[in-house]
């Protein structure tokens, strides 16, 4: 649990609000096909399957990414990687603008996925660098939540872009805030108090595959990669694809009910995060028993749901999508484990290593629930019964029960490395 001692800089909070705004924007652009679904319909020719294959394929690339961004940060600093990750974005998304037809648009939103890759670790990185460490946990989960608002922000102005400025108009003003944060990039941020940029040794594949090694024989790593996992592939899974269609064809709410209650997930996440900073910055020991707390409590409500006879009340589906949406930011605290579990020049391999838990789990997520719901629904219809849907969320108690026997797994081996090797941290800690 060692880390260099370290106060906030001065400039601490301007590099960070620059590199927080570009983490915004990258969730902006990640969520603004959302309400352009049908105008995508229309452009491109496209049936409803393969307008989800742009959400899959931004998933896959985000996954895909997060190891060799790691290893990027580390070797290049992160004002480097974050000012490619914003140009990509940029040129990503005014290609998006002009796609006429389907393969050009998946070409563009792969590489969306690539520029949005590049953005989280990023700011980790930097907060982690300019901030005390006892400051760290707290301005990690406001990161969090503050970059989550991207996904609200590209709701109604993108919907009103899109009925006033048409389709190339309103994805080349989207694209035209990344020049202006790439000026700020250039100008504003510094990788370490003192030097505009710092470089890692340069690193060959047996390194690399050293330094992943040595990153994830980590228990702490693995801890949060197993903690990011757990956490946070219902709420995802829910806000991106399948909440909606659950609640009206599962729970037979209407399109104004089921949206409302995705708004109100959004609201939990954005409310839980500066919370559950505060909560593991007073109790670090403690911060797998906070995970293990609110992975139970969103299992409990899940089976309430999933059990009750006829459909659940509202009340009760009010309460999952609040408690499943506190599993967001609560997948932060892996990224928390993770810092405090390796050295400085390792950092962003590890963030990278636990970043992609929960992307993955929600991918086998997403995909699962499509299987299952085609399994246990008649002919090839796409009206698909509240059976159906029970079976199809069901498949989450296999992903949990996974989680919470790794979770509990390597607390036991975290807790036991540092008693043995850090007894001074340890003593801290439990203070």
């Given at each position: 649990m060692?880390?260099?001692?370290?106060?906030?800089?001065?400039?601490?909070y301007?590099?960070?609000?620059?590199?927080?705004?570009?983490?915004?924007?990258a969730?902006?652009?990640?969520s603004?096909?959302a309400?352009?679904?049908?105008e995508?319909?229309?452009?491109f020719?496209?049936?409803?399957?393969?307008?989800a294959?742009?959400?899959?394929?931004?998933?896959?690339?985000?996954?895909?990414?997060?190891i060799?961004?790691?290893?990027?940060?580390?070797?290049?600093g992160?004002?480097?990687?974050?000012?490619?990750?914003?140009?990509?974005?940029?040129?990503?998304?005014?290609g998006?603008?002009?796609a006429?037809?389907?393969?050009?648009?998946?070409?563009?939103?792969?590489?969306?996925?690539?520029?949005?890759?590049?953005?989280?670790i990023?700011?980790?990185r930097?907060v982690?660098?300019?901030?005390?460490p006892?400051?760290?946990?707290?301005?990690?989960?406001?990161?969090?939540m503050?970059?989550?608002?991207?996904?609200?922000?590209?709701?109604?102005?993108?919907t009103?872009?899109?009925?006033?400025?048409?389709?190339?108009?309103?994805y080349?003003?989207?694209?035209?805030?990344?020049?202006?944060?790439?000026?700020?990039?250039?100008?504003v941020?510094?990788?370490?108090?003192?030097?505009?940029?710092?470089?890692?040794?340069a690193?060959?594949?047996?390194?690399?595959?050293?330094?992943?090694g040595?990153?994830?024989?980590?228990?702490?790593?693995?801890?949060?990669?197993?903690?990011?996992?757990?956490?946070?592939?219902?709420?995802?899974?829910?806000?991106l694809?399948?909440?909606?269609?659950?609640?009206?064809?599962?729970?037979?709410?209407?399109?104004?009910?089921?949206?409302?209650?995705?708004?109100?997930?959004?609201?939990?996440v954005?409310?839980?995060g500066?919370?559950?900073?505060?909560?593991?910055?007073?109790?670090?020991w403690?911060?797998?028993?906070?995970?293990?707390?609110?992975?139970?409590?969103?299992?409990?409500?899940?089976?309430?749901?999933?059990?009750?006879?006829g459909?659940?009340?509202?009340?009760?589906?009010?309460?999952?999508?609040?408690?499943?949406?506190?599993?967001?930011?609560?997948?932060?605290?892996?990224?928390?484990?993770?810092?405090?579990?390796?050295p400085?020049?390792?950092?962003?391999?590890?963030?990278?290593?636990?970043?992609?838990?929960?992307?993955?789990?929600?991918?086998?997520?997403?995909?699962?629930?499509?299987?299952?719901?085609?399994?246990?629904?008649?002919?090839?219809?796409?009206?698909?019964p509240?059976?159906?849907?029970?079976?199809?969320?069901?498949?989450?108690?296999?992903?949990?029960?996974?989680?919470?026997v790794?979770?509990w797994?390597?607390?036991?081996?975290?807790?036991a490395?540092?008693?043995?090797e850090?007894?001074?941290?340890?003593?801290?800690?439990r203070l």
């Amino acid at each position: 649990m060692s880390q260099p001692v370290q106060t906030r800089h001065p400039g601490a909070y301007a590099v960070w609000v620059v590199s927080l705004l570009v983490y915004l924007l990258a969730v902006f652009h990640r969520s603004s096909l959302a309400v352009a679904g049908l105008e995508a319909t229309e452009r491109f020719g496209i049936s409803a399957s393969q307008l989800a294959t742009f959400t899959m394929l931004q998933l896959l690339v985000y996954a895909g990414m997060q190891i060799p961004v790691g290893l990027m940060v580390d070797r290049f600093g992160p004002r480097r990687v974050l000012i490619t990750g914003a140009v990509t974005l940029t040129f990503a998304q005014a290609g998006f603008a002009f796609a006429d037809t389907y393969a050009l648009a998946l070409g563009a939103r792969f590489f969306v996925g690539v520029g949005d890759a590049m953005t989280f670790i990023c700011v980790l990185r930097l907060v982690n660098t300019w901030f005390a460490p006892r400051r760290i946990p707290f301005m990690s989960q406001l990161t969090g939540m503050i970059g989550q608002l991207g996904a609200i922000i590209a709701a109604v102005p993108m919907t009103l872009a899109l009925g006033e400025l048409g389709w190339t108009k309103s994805y080349l003003l989207a694209a035209s805030f990344g020049i202006v944060l790439s000026i700020a990039l250039v100008l504003v941020v510094r990788d370490v108090p003192g030097s505009r940029s710092v470089s890692g040794p340069a690193m060959s594949m047996t390194l690399i595959r050293r330094s992943l090694g040595a990153s994830w024989s980590q228990p702490g790593t693995r801890l949060g990669f197993w903690i990011h996992f757990t956490t946070q592939f219902s709420a995802t899974t829910l806000g991106l694809l399948w909440g909606y269609p659950f609640f009206v064809r599962g729970e037979n709410r209407s399109d104004h009910i089921a949206g409302l209650l995705l708004s109100l997930m959004v609201v939990a996440v954005v409310t839980a995060g500066p919370i559950l900073g505060w909560a593991i910055t007073r109790h670090p020991w403690h911060r797998s028993s906070i995970v293990l707390g609110i992975v139970s409590s969103i299992v409990a409500v899940w089976t309430a749901v999933l059990v009750w006879n006829g459909d659940a009340p509202l009340w009760l589906l009010v309460v999952l999508v609040v408690v499943t949406g506190v599993g967001g930011p609560a997948s932060m605290i892996g990224f928390d484990v993770g810092r405090t579990s390796n050295p400085a020049d390792r950092l962003a391999s590890a963030t990278g290593i636990i970043n992609q838990a929960g992307f993955v789990a929600s991918l086998l997520l997403v995909v699962a629930i499509g299987l299952i719901l085609d399994w246990r629904t008649p002919g090839a219809s796409t009206e698909y019964p509240p059976s159906a849907f029970r079976w199809a969320m069901s498949f989450q108690y296999v992903l949990w029960t996974v989680g919470i026997v790794q979770i509990w797994r390597y607390r036991v081996r975290t807790r036991a490395k540092i008693m043995a090797e850090e007894p001074e941290a340890y003593g801290r800690v439990r203070l």
